[in-house]
């Protein structure tokens, strides 16, 4: 049996650094359960954005199985793994990922267009979306005449369109100011709270001490996995 | 992804991206170009030559003094005769019915002179059949209307270099020149044109034959020109011209007869050089046109990667990322086609214009392969770099590398 929605068995991944293999992840063992709020900390090199590309299937494991809402994906092949992240995860990247060409809504609106949403359709789920989220004013602006707090936002929105299970964030908050920073967490938690499962991964504690359920990763392996409540916030 | 929204969203990654899509359509441009422009150069020689056959008329049959085997060489301009061709020889032949008009040629050099000015200049001996039998134009005057009367009027036919070199921008017409010593009236001038059976008529003059019998002081003729009455009686008519001259010459046929067709022939080896030039120029043209146009495809998707990246992570599949380049390397390379042909053929046309004697043309064989080559590589060149990167795990193709 495989509990939860996302089961990791013995994930392991090494990747070759010049000629030296560097073992990445050592034999990860990992369940999470729908709609729980776990935050990856660790030091730079620790594996944890590597952790986080494999349950998103942004990576494939050397060994090991990934079981997602109970079905085995470690074997298949790109394709239906493409169709699985389109329906189901939800990414949100340090650096955004925004296409430059692209306005806000364009950028947003690309999970959707994936999807073979109409345009009005389209158009109309990101205007709510990006009132919602205060960017009504900036949708058509490029990313670059975006502020860091507003481009993590449109990518908040292009992680949200399709009401994906899972949200994945690799150090959202990085590149931001403190309080752009929170502003992007409170956002993500408010997405958890209606009920999706929210992944981040960030090497700043306070951040990552927001989260119900933390998880410590050391050279690979997770050395602590603290349930429970948020103590030191 | 819907198939209008895979064409706005190429169309609108070739609208925001200029300076890309700028180059790529400029190679594809330039390359169906050259292609068109350099082929047509080498076909405008294939042609230049051909043109030149034509020019002597299709039903043209040339007899020559002494027997000489043609063996697909080169023409034998002087045959080496045991026995003279005479006028007489000629008159004979005119009876045959499939001949239409007979031209008999006296050649030979003279010392042409006019106010003191003077060259050498090869004088043709002649009847004014040979006007319509060589298809020549006067640009200025007319041409002497005397057969193979023994009345020697002394008038002539120039060239125009001739013309040129003798009395500059001059009115010749009426003026009096001196052929070796005797003098002749000027009644009319060759129009300007190429060398043709390796005769450059713009250096020749042309006097009735009479006179020229006079001036070398010899019966002899050079050649005689016959124009047939319709093509395909060629071999009738030789063999008809065998039996006279037999008859006429103590049972010796002596002559060489050379049809059109056989100079044709003797001139195949040269056209088919120039073909398979003309082939040659144009897999170089092609190859390096295709080298321009996978580089330029090949570097612009390479240099979307992290675009490739994305898009498999919000979870587009290989094939849509796939089409998506594809519909814009279709677009581009599709513009890139049209303004190549576009500026192929009007440099083509501006060339004639301009140089309306080489008869460029763009054969085309070669429109339909630049075409072919521009899609092909083009596409592929797209498809190659675009469908390994989105083949990649995507966080490789996110990294960019």
Known sequence: MNPGLICLKKISKTYLVGEQPLPVLKSVSLAINKGDYLSIMGPSGSGKSTLLNMIGMLDRPDSGEYWLN???????????????????????????????RLS???????????AKVG??????????????LGLSERENHLPKQLSGGQMQRVAIARAMVLEPDILLADEPTGNLDQTAGLEVMELLEELNRSGITLIVVTHDHQIGNRAARKLTMVDGEIVQDKPGHDLDR | MTLIDNWRYSLQALVRHRLRTGFVLTAVAIGVTSVLVLTSLGEGARRFIELEFSALGNEIMVVLPGRKQTTGGSIPLY????????????????KVSTIKAV?????????????????EVITLGSTTELFSVRKLQLSQGRV????????????CVLGATIKAELFGNKNPIGQWVRFSGQRFRVVGILEERGESMGLDMRQMAIIPIAAAQNLFNSPALFRILLELKQSGSEAYTEAKLRQIIKKRHEGEDDITILTQRAMMNAFDNILN????????IAAISLIVAGFLIMNVSFISVSQRKQEIGLLKALGATGAEVRNIFLT??????????????????????????????????????????SIAVAFGVGLLFSWLPASAAAKQDPVLALRGN
Do not use: C
């Open chain 1, 104 to 114: 806000a809504t364009e950028n947003a609106e690309l999970p959707l267009i994936l």
């Open chain 2, 103 to 119: 031209a008999p040629i006296i050649a030979g050099t003279s010392l042409i002179s006019y106010q003191g000015k003077s060259r």
């Open chain 2, 328 to 369: 814009e390397a279709l677009i581009v390379v599709g513009l890139g086609v049209l303004i190549g042909l576009a500026l192929g053929y009007t440099l083509t046309l501006v060339a004639v214009v301009l140089w309306p004697f080489i008869p460029l043309a763009i054969p085309w064989w070669a429109t339909a392969a």
């Open chain 1, 70 to 100: 109970q079905k085995p994906t470690s074997s298949l092949e790109e394709e239906k793994r493409a169709r699985l992240r389109r329906d189901h995860i939800g990414f949100i990247f340090q650096n955004s990922h925004l296409i430059p």
């Open chain 2, 144 to 155: 002497f209307t005397i057969g193979t009367s023994t009345v020697a009027k002394p008038v």
């Open chain 2, 79 to 94: 045959g080496n005769s045991p026995r003279d061709l005479t006028i007489e020889d000629a008159l004979a032949m005119q």
């Open chain 2, 273 to 280: 050089v120039v073909t398979v030039s003309i082939g040659a």
């Open chain 1, 119 to 132: 345009f009005k359709n389209r158009r109309n789920k990101i205007a709510k979306i990006f009132s919602r």
